[in-house]
T-cell receptor, first 109, second 111 residues
């Protein structure tokens, strides 16, 4: 089983839609989690940190389920500018961040 | 605007060349990372330096050689690379268990 698994997509949604991505992880010792956004040919940038059960920032909500070992990212009222690849990242300690393959989102008019 | 700066942004090199990638962070972090991102693959961790000591080397071929002279600078020395080494090389830094900050990457093409 991969350490971090994501559905690669693409998810094609219209503007204004709500879309959710899931990410599962295999190591129960995972300490914290992050969602990053990566635009084409650019570096990943932090979208949200998840240290406890979840986090919310405007249209974005992340939820953590430690019992089932998954993290979700919900995007409400999708914008064209949300089109990107969303990377799930698991923190296993100071020296180890494990990245998922990413889920590609395409928002269309 | 990023606190992690990578140079060069683009690099084309022959298989017999020797080149170096440079990363500099201005965030006061104590850990620095090299990642490789190939097309349609997840980021692959190559090297980790924590407090200037190498703490992880994920079975990276010896044609990649890292150097961390101080907590703000990280190099990746390249020699006799193969075409399959063509990728985006990303440097990142962090402290403790916080998020990592990435540089803009070096897009490497080996011909």
């Amino acid at each position: 089983r991969k350490e971090v698994e994501q559905d690669p997509g693409p998810f094609n949604v219209p503007e204004g839609a709500t879309v959710a991505f899931n990410c599962t992880y295999s190591n129960s010792a995972s300490q914290s989690f992050f969602w990053y956004r990566q635009d084409c040919r650019k570096e990943p940038k932090l979208l949200m940190s998840v240290y406890s059960s979840g986090n919310e920032d405007g249209r974005f909500t992340a939820q953590l389920n430690r019992a089932s070992q998954y993290i979700s990212l919900l995007i409400r009222d999708s914008k064209l500018s949300d089109s990107a690849t969303y990377l799930c990242v698991v923190n296993l300690g100071t020296d180890k961040l494990i990245f998922g393959t990413g889920t590609r989102l395409q928002v269309f008019p | 605007e990023t606190g992690v700066t990578q140079t060069p942004r683009h690099l084309v090199m022959g298989m017999t060349n020797k080149k170096s990638l440079k990363c500099e962070q201005h965030l006061g972090h104590n850990a620095m990372y090299w990642y490789k991102q190939s097309a349609k693959k997840p980021l692959e961790l190559m090297f980790v330096y924590s407090l200037e000591e190498r703490v992880e080397n994920n079975s990276v071929p010896s044609r990649f050689s890292p150097e961390c002279p101080n907590s703000s600078h990280l190099f990746l020395h390249l020699h006799t690379l193969q075409p399959e080494d063509s990728a985006l090389y990303l440097c990142a830094s962090r402290s403790g268990n916080t998020e990592a900050f990435f540089g803009q990457g070096t897009r490497l093409t080996v011909v």
